[in-house]
């Protein structure tokens, strides 16, 4: 019963900041583990034996595989991890801009056709055709490149 009593006093506080610490190391553990494993797929510059050997490595000793594989390979890591956070930034800009721009209204296509007709490339009859697409909604979402292209393309092939 005194066991029970004096059980706080038996895991004293720098016993409970080590177990803090090991649990911390032990997490930190797995996270490097799996961004190593990730990073042995993910590299292009290996073939599928290197991958594979890397793999083997990495599972069956893991302290040394992992170990040797900062060393070898540590610095090319961060660059593919960088290639790869720069890429996905880019995306999301990309997708960010085209969203944020919305497609062309009928009114700009309107008066981009209108723009062609004055400088000449399209003929009336053209503008006219252009002009009944875009207004029916068809070639609201191409733009007037498909619009003027069909007209140009089927005035031509006359």
Avoid: C, N
Avoid at 120 to 131: H, L, Q
Avoid at 139 to 147: E, K, P
Wanted: charge should be negative.
């Amino acid at each position: 019963m005194t066991a029970q009593t004096y059980l706080a006093y038996d895991y004293p506080l720098l016993s409970a900041f080590w177990t803090m610490l090991w649990f911390f190391l032990w997490i930190m553990w797995f996270i490097l583990l799996f961004r190593i494993i990730g990073d042995i797929f993910r590299d292009d510059t290996l073939g599928g034996w290197g991958k594979a050997g890397w793999l083997v490595g990495v599972i069956i000793v893991p302290f040394l595989g992992v170990l040797v594989y900062l060393i070898a390979r540590g610095k090319s890591m961060g660059h593919r991890e960088l290639e790869s956070a720069k890429a996905q930034q880019g995306a999301f800009d990309a997708y960010i801009r085209e969203t944020a721009a919305g497609g062309t209204s009928s009114v700009d296509e309107l008066a981009k056709l209108s723009e062609i007709r004055a400088r000449g490339d399209i003929t009336d009859e053209e503008f006219r055709r252009a002009k009944d697409l875009v207004l029916s909604g068809h070639g609201a979402s191409d733009g007037t490149g498909s619009a003027t292209t069909t007209s140009t393309s089927s005035a031509s092939g006359r």
